[in-house]
């Protein structure tokens, strides 16, 4: 072996390949992929903006039969983009097969609102899926697996999938209130003519609806004077309290009106956003927003899917804690608190 020194290398590269550069792959599950948020989002994580860009990964895409063309589109369309940390692509309509092995998985399927159809047949529906969803990732996925819920109604659909994994950790499912977050940082970047990225933490508390309550009393900017509170530097508390917080609540149905869409690039922005941050970590005196179980901070009550500020460090988040709440805001996040309690009760009621 001494006379074959490349030899005795390749082999010890395959053995150590992390101290050699090349990571193992993680195998990523997207459900509704053939969507059009699957659409936006796929080439995203293939591109490595949600992992980081020298992770590779095994992409597990799942949808309905009714779609299965369209994902087969999906897959031919990803081999002729030849990405190179794309290591192998499963287009499935069978559950277990999709969540065989992964590490992580991205909920985009589910059932949306038609026209004169009642909250409760909706919720229903959501409840059927999640239920049998959150059955094959406790059978099916790996260990440790990270699970985020885009699919509306998010945090009750979070919420069901805990209930039904109980063998999956309660923090490693959450949902998207990500996209809420940026946009608020969007606003107050566009009403001081600055970029988002001079903008942090502002907060989005409670449901992903329009019962949400985007907060900025602990937000600040950078000027050339240093850190400075976005309450200050706006300086017009009407605007604050009132038509920003509407613009946030509202901006889904402004893009709809606007594309004859829903937002699609913006959301497989945040769901990287969500989970880069969740693994890779927040930058110290940062946070951002996250659906995840109350453990009772700020008074919400335990095991709701709750949207808070977290911090983020070595693929765990926590609540950030001490924050001053005041009467005003603690009333918006009551709100949001009943109605989320409000579809707890309306998704058990589907169970029975
Ligand atoms: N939390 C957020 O910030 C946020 C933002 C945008 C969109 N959303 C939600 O994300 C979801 C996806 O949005 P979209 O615009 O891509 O919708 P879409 O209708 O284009 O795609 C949904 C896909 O899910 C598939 N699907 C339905 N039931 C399924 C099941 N049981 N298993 C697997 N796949 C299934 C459908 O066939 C479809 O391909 C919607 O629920 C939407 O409301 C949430």
Known sequence: MASFPLLQVLLKCRFTRKRCGTKQPLKVLVTGAAGQVGYALIPMIARGLMLGPDQPIILHMLDIPSAA????GVKMELVDAALPLLKGVIA???????????????????????????????????????????????????????????????????????????????????????????????????????????????????????????????????????????????????????????IIRQRGAAI?????????????????DHMHDWLLGTPKGTWVSMGVCSDGSYGIPPGLIYSFPVSCEKGEWSIVQGLKIDDFSRSKMEASTNEL????????????
């Open 341 to 352: 309690l409000e579809e707890k009760s309306l998704a058990y009621s589907c169970l029975s």
């Open 256 to 272: 709809i009106r606007a594309r004859k869409l829903s937002s699609a690039l913006s959301a497989a922005s945040a769901a990287c």
């Open 92 to 246: 499935t309509t069978d559950l277990v097969e999709a969540c065989t092995g992964v590490n992580i998985a991205i909920m985009l399927g589910g059932f949306p609102r038609k026209e004169g159809m009642e909250r409760k047949e909706v919720m229903s529906k959501n409840v059927a899926i999640y239920k049998d969803q959150a059955s094959a990732l406790e059978q099916c996925a790996a260990k440790n697996c990270k699970v985020l819920v885009v699919a509306n109604p998010a945090n009750t659909n979070a919420l069901i999938l805990k209930e039904f994994a109980p063998s999956i950790p309660a923090k490693n499912i959450t949902c998207l209130t990500r996209l809420d977050h940026n946009r608020a940082l969007g606003q107050i970047a566009e009403r001081l003519n600055m970029h988002a990225s001079e903008v942090k933490n502002v907060i989005i508390w409670g449901n992903h609806s329009s019962t949400q309550y985007p907060d900025i009393n602990h937000a600040t900017v950078i000027t050339q004077e240093g850190e400075k509170s976005v309450r200050e530097i706006i300086a017009n508390d009407k605007w604050l309290s009132g038509e920003f917080i509407t």
């Open 69 to 72: 063309e369209a994902l087969n």
